[in-house]
């Protein structure tokens, strides 16, 4: 490999880039648009579910209860209705996601039998949320069935004590407050940076048959690697902008906590982007025109890293066979990466498997792009 | 680009064949091509003048046959033929979006023209291109010729002894091909062995030694002269007349009468001798009762020349099939 070869084809290609404003514009502004976006339209936190209450008691008993629901952060009670109508109504149009109905005998058959119900009508149409408000109801529920279990022992003059229910008491630890913009956002970067690094180099070597300028290029002594490399290194500036963007943007705007180091931060993230980058360059050296490299680069980037990186839909949820396909989304070690430098401060030695991964993809790819490059016409 | 003191061949092709699937582009082809030597491909297009060079080049390989160029066999050291070559391809292919001076330092760069020279050779090329004053301005705002001859300018940079010029007068104007070709013949005179084509037949005369190409066979190959010689086996003459068809046919039959043709509104007659059949053919006409006008002897173009040496060509085919 040749210095001034390399460095003669990353000048014009810098030139090139500089002298075309609008991809430069598509590839700055593009980043900056899907963080905002994306980051926005992504969160899997409920809260302020609306409900709907049909107190067909009206005691107190029944009130202490609602109102436990009212001071729920993860409700909004929107109506008190009177009938069932009203409240089918209610769900049917979608201004609850739940209902509560209190039956007229709810006091009386906890002061008799000890032991009482409440009806939880739930809209299911979205089968996940219904199961989050679900849970989070069954818990205001036991809550206050606890308070008055005690509360009615005090009265038999029983010990409180005796009949405290065991708890266990759990301790969150790098997302404290379990908010989802937390761990989606920092896995938001990679996503990003997939697709965007992808594109930029995609399109470098089909620009260059379909300008008809590469005939020229292969009759010259210039080795596949040296072109590789001259090539990449301008695109490996424009992507540590853009991650920049990307990650200013997390830290700052979405207030993500970052706790690991910017060197970390610095070495892990070079490295996604000459994977991503080389991802690219492998699909300009494969496709000759650009329309078909662009569309190639998008199809391969963008439904693995969005649904197997592990950016929102854990891992080690899915099915054994395709948990083992994740191994081959380089995405997803850099969203391990990239998390574990937000949310726990992790440094290089952490993380030493999932970067061995990236190196390991990294050179396989710059290989077969260097190798797949013919200096040839047919 | 010191001149050769042997006659040493930098250019050898032998039994050269190039197929793509079934259809034959190159069809057994044998050249060679001496230091300093201007050699020119001629033929229409699609005839495999390209396809040959680009072979020449390392960009496409062979089928068959062996290709030699500067003494390197391109089988086996393609890399070390493409670093004594200089290659004008046939569209053009420099970078519009860049300037004039960033296209002769790209490849300068990529040549590994030593950056102390490199000043001197940029300047060299600017001069040589015409292009001083132009240094920055963009290339896709440069006219068709001046672009061409930065092309050139690109190709000789790095001094190779060779260059492959396929097409580079094609869409330039005439001056600006005239003046393209004083430029081949100053690289030649330095001892650069020069292999240009072109479809324009009257460009052959410009070089040393021409090979007619057609359907991807050599047809003929030698100097302007011997080719047209070769092709007519006489001489031409050009008659003027009212009764195109009635001359032609009573022509057909004179003595010492090789050959009859329209041409334009005129006749193009070949005789074993010119200046006997001058004298003799208008009294021979006159017996039939045919008047004629002008009656001259005219070097043949080489377009004549072409199309004799295909026709001769098909038939031998023929008879040999």
Not at chain 1, 6 to 32: C, G, H, N, T, Y
Not at chain 2, 249 to 255: G, N, S, V
Not at chain 2, 268 to 287: I, K, S, T
Request: charged share 20%; net charge positive; hydrophobic share 50%.
């Amino acid at each position: 490999m040749r210095l001034q070869r390399v460095k003669a084809i990353a000048i014009k290609e810098v030139l090139q880039v500089w002298r075309d404003p609008r991809s430069l514009m598509v590839a700055m502004a593009m980043p900056f648009m899907q963080m905002f976006l994306l980051g926005y339209g992504i969160s899997l936190d409920l809260k302020h579910i609306p409900v709907c209450t049909f107190d067909r008691e009206g005691s107190q008993n029944s009130q202490d209860l609602l109102k436990r629901f009212a001071a729920s952060r993860y409700f909004d009670v929107v109506r008190n209705v009177r009938d069932y109508a009203a409240l089918t109504a209610a769900v049917d149009r979608a201004d609850c996601k739940l209902a509560i109905v209190i039956p007229p005998d709810f006091s009386e058959r906890l002061s008799n039998a000890g032991t009482t119900s409440v009806q939880a009508v739930l809209d299911a149409t979205d089968d996940n949320t219904a199961n989050i408000a679900y849970s989070y109801a069954l818990a205001v529920v036991s809550g206050f069935s606890t308070d008055v279990q005690v509360s009615w022992s005090a009265q038999q003059g029983r010990v409180l004590a005796q009949i405290q229910p065991m708890t266990a008491q759990s301790r969150v630890w790098f997302n404290e407050d379990l908010d989802s913009r937390n761990f989606v956002i920092p896995g938001l970067v990679a996503v990003i940076l997939a697709l965007v690094g992808a594109q930029l180099t995609s399109l470098t070597l089909s620009r260059e048959w379909e300008r008809g300028t590469m005939e020229l290029l292969i009759s010259t002594p210039v080795k596949p690697s040296e072109l590789m490399v001259g090539k990449l290194l301008p695109y490996l500036g424009l992507g540590w902008i853009d991650a920049a963007f990307c990650l200013v943007i997390a830290a700052l705007w979405f207030a993500v906590p970052l706790r690991g180091t910017l060197f970390t931060l610095f070495v892990t993230t070079t490295l996604f982007l000459v994977v991503v980058l080389g991802i690219g360059y492998l699909i300009s050296v494969l496709i000759r025109s650009q329309l078909g490299a662009s569309q190639i680069a998008l199809l391969v980037t963008m439904l693995p890293t969005n649904l197997l990186s592990g950016y929102v839909f854990p891992i080690d949820q899915m099915p054994a066979v395709v948990e083992k396909l994740t191994y081959l989304i380089y995405a997803r070690y850099y969203v391990t990466i990239i998390k574990a430098i937000f949310l726990k401060g992790a440094g290089i030695p952490a993380l030493a498997t999932p970067i061995i991964f990236l190196l390991i993809y990294a050179a396989v790819v710059m290989l077969l792009a260097a190798r797949a490059f013919r200096k040839a016409l047919d | 680009m010191t001149a050769g003191t042997s006659a040493q061949a930098q250019i050898v092709v032998e039994d050269l064949v190039k197929r793509f699937g079934k259809f034959v582009a190159v069809d057994h082809v044998s050249f060679s091509v001496q230091r300093g030597e201007i050699m020119g491909f001629l033929g229409p297009n699609g005839a495999g003048k390209s396809t040959i060079i680009r072979i020449l080049c390392g960009l496409l390989r062979a089928t068959g046959g062996i290709a030699r160029v500067a003494g390197i066999d391109l089988a086996r050291d393609p890399e070390g033929v493409r670093q004594r070559i200089g290659y004008m391809s046939q569209k053009f292919s420099l970078y519009r979006d860049l300037t004039v001076e960033e296209n002769l330092r790209f490849f300068g760069g990529i040549y590994r023209v030593p950056a102390k020279e490199l000043p001197e050779r940029i300047r060299f090329a600017i001069d040589m291109a015409g292009l001083a004053g132009r240094e920055h301005a963009l290339v896709a705002t440069l006219a068709g010729g001046w672009q061409q001859r930065l092309a050139l300018g690109c190709a000789v940079l790095h001094r190779p002894p060779i260059l492959f010029l396929d097409e580079p007068t094609s869409g330039v104007e005439p001056t600006s091909r005239r003046r393209f070709w004083d430029l081949i013949h100053a690289l030649a005179a330095e001892g650069v062995t020069v292999l240009v084509s072109t479809h324009y037949m009257d460009e052959a005369e410009y070089c040393h030694r021409a090979a007619l190409i057609n359907q991807g066979r050599l047809i003929a190959i030698g100097s302007p002269a011997e080719l047209k010689h070769r092709a007519l086996g006489g001489e031409l003459l050009l008659v003027e007349c009212e009764a195109l068809g009635p001359v032609l046919a009573a022509l057909q039959q004179a003595p010492g009468v090789k050959d009859c043709s329209v041409f334009g509104s005129a006749l193009h007659v070949l005789v074993n001798d010119a200046a006997r059949a001058r004298a003799e053919l208008p009294g021979y006409l006159a017996a039939k009762g045919l008047q004629i006008g002008r009656i001259a002897p005219i070097s043949a173009s080489l377009e004549d020349v072409f199309v004799r040496l295909v026709a001769a060509d098909l038939a031998n085919r023929k008879e040999a099939a």
